[in-house]
């Protein structure tokens, strides 16, 4: 089994040493450091190089450096019927949960306008009461592994959670909603609405105007799923007039984001740089392992995606 | 009984119905509204108001209408020998785990590096790891019920805790030490410390230049006990060179803040107007209740505080 990597994040030491831990036997080659026409089993990377021309007839599978699989499926030098599997990293959801955890806290204590009180030197309670983690409405969407997983963590936290999904789920401690219809009632009121859908062309925009209005006044938008989940004017209007209190955005249209986008100086907007969830090496040392061992077997491949069917 | 109510945030209605649903045959008055001489039994206030000159002799008890009773305890309008009870409000004690877990996670996302990342409009990955709950060591000091509170909560959460004390004292999960040659072990290498101590002689000052030095690179420090708790200029000091990472404070040696300080303005200070805890309507009532009948049946007051004793 030969394996070529093509990811700069992959190529660290930590990364290098689990993988070659959990696949002693393997033949791991960087990209582009192999020779012209060499044959390899499995592609390692997030997207395909610009420079690649075309994926060599020996490949088996890609295995996807990330969650989030639309760049790959979208790319017409992959052949349709070549298996793509995703990685499932445990340590990238747990930190996926953690952002979405720290958004809730800064919503349950209104951060932008505690923040705005402490420039204009403000002494002052805006409420006799504080918000508790009971009475803060969280709606997550997807519940693929990354969205399930932050579903169940606020949940565990002590959130009220809906989330939403293409076909039905259950989930104890989570009022789970579905389909056109349910995309409204499982927003409806939320307090803070984190995005964890696939990039699909029925998800595209879907954090619309029409979903900002359903939300409880102030608000906060994370967006960790991609860029074109987002209208962006929309986010502007309701930021602007005071509906939304903040949007936290990991994810952009166009990455890096362009020095010259709104975005960056918008004080009601905490961006970071597609990082809320990064591979870990243990995690995806594993989850590449899988992957081997499905092929080696013949067996289904875990975090097999095809088109529209990952939700 | 008559209960006299001496605190602005008790006079609201919540507060009122709850009391009246806790103690019904009970007559509440609010001070300054009784007549000259009136005789009650317990009163119920934070601080003692500037305007009144002695307590009545008829006066059984004080009801601390908060956690601190320092200024309660310092106060020579009050008999020593007059037993004062302390606020135990199971959702204050939750409002101040909420807001120390907000701080730890704005910790473990490096919230001021990333804002500073945002204004600089940079996009990069400081590191090719996020840090995980596991790795971000907490210290919390002081084991009153709050603090006990808080560090439960956030070793629950997934934060390896350390926790300081007078006494010793043992707590599931909780690395506990004590004494003076305690705390140096226990806020060695920490990520944040929480403070929850009293106000006592030998606390004064004791988020302290010694104890910073002590604390990882970037460390937040969250004073949720008392402002004389800080030694200001070490503080700074230790911000400005960057070797603490963030100050959270809530308390503060003057309250309210004097515009002109200069916390309002340091960007690694995040301010609040000493509202991270709260009382709440039913945790007052509650606690309330409790005084009241331990005086009716002549037993020791629940959250009894003597000068020194409160830990």
């Known amino acids: 089994m030969r394996i070529v990597i093509a990811d700069p994040l992959a190529y660290s030491d930590s990364f290098e040493r689990a993988l070659r831990a959990a696949l002693p036997s393997t033949d791991f080659v960087r990209w582009p450091d192999l020779a012209d026409g060499a044959e390899y089993d499995l592609l390692v990377a997030w997207h395909l190089p610009k420079e690649m021309i075309a994926v060599p007839r020996s490949l088996r599978a890609i295995f996807c450096f990330g969650a989030g699989t639309d760049q790959l499926l979208n790319d017409p030098r992959i052949p349709a019927d070549l298996p793509i599997a995703r ?33 204009a030197r403000l002494w002052r309670l805006p409420h006799r009461q504080n918000r508790t983690r009971g009475s803060l409405r969280t709606a997550v969407l997807g519940l693929g592994p990354l969205g399930l ?92 007039r005071g509906w939304l209190g903040a949007a936290w955005l990991d994810v952009f249209s166009v990455e890096p984001l362009p020095p010259e986008h709104w975005f960056w100086r918008h004080e009601r907007i905490r961006l970071t740089p597609h990082r809320a969830g990064l591979p870990t090496p243990q995690g995806v040392a594993a989850s590449i392992a899988a992957v081997v061992a499905a092929l080696e077997q013949g067996r289904r491949l875990p975090g097999l995606v095809r088109s529209g069917e990952a939700d």
Chains 1, 2 share one sequence.
């Open 87 to 119: 990685l499932q990293d445990q340590g990238q959801a747990e930190q996926l949960l953690d952002y979405a955890m720290h958004a809730v806290f800064a919503r349950l204590h209104d951060d932008v306008a505690t923040r705005a009180d402490q420039h």
């Open 149 to 240: 997983h932050v579903a169940r963590g606020l949940s565990a936290a002590g959130f009220p959670v809906s989330a939403w999904s293409r076909n039905p789920r259950r989930i104890d401690g989570v009022a789970c909603l579905h389909g056109d219809e349910g995309l409204g009632p499982c927003v409806d009121g939320a307090d803070v609405v984190v995005n964890l859908l696939p990039s699909r062309h029925e998800t595209k925009g879907i954090l619309s105007d029409w979903l900002f209005s359903r939300l409880a006044p102030g608000a906060y938008v994370v967006n960790l799923g991609r860029g074109d989940h987002l209208d962006e004017e929309a986010l502007r209007a309701a930021l602007d």
